[in-house]
Nanobody, 124 residues
Framework: VQLQASGGGLVQAGGSLRLSCAAS????????LAWFRQAPGKEREFVAA????????SYADSAKGRFIISRDGAKNTVYLQMNSLKPEDTAVYYC??????????????????WGQGTQVTVSS
């Protein structure tokens, strides 16, 4: 399994970015695909997750109302649309995949596969 994250960058507060995670190497039916982030000196934290088939989603409280996770089956890609960005959203964002489950997981330890991370910097 390979996960390739992209789309990070520098944006002003209030701006938007869309992250992409291209997944390959297997069929992801019922897998949970997620975005986590890690700021310097902090633990990796959950942002959002989606069940590949069915589309059930889950969001961290910090992401609700601002971020949208989605997937494109034809492109085998998961997206994270981030709107109304804040300086506290600055972090390295990682995409991850967890084996088949019925609801999206927010737990780091349940994710077996990780992408390389993409830096998001929000200036004030």
């Amino acid at each position: 399994v390979q996960l390739q994250a992209s789309g990070g960058g520098l944006v002003q507060a209030g701006g938007s970015l869309r992250l992409s995670c291209a997944a390959s190497g297997r069929t992801f039916t019922r897998y949970s695909l997620a975005w986590f982030r890690q700021a310097p000196g902090k633990e990796r934290e959950f942002v959002a997750a989606i069940i590949w088939s069915g589309g059930s989603t889950s969001y961290a409280d910090s992401a609700k109302g601002r971020f949208i996770i989605s997937r494109d089956g034809a492109k085998n890609t998961v997206y994270l649309q981030m709107n109304s960005l804040k300086p506290e959203d600055t972090a390295v964002y990682y995409c991850a995949a967890a084996p088949p489950m019925t609801v999206p997981s927010s737990m780091v330890y349940e994710y077996d596969y990780w992408g390389q991370g993409t830096q998001v910097t929000v200036s004030s």
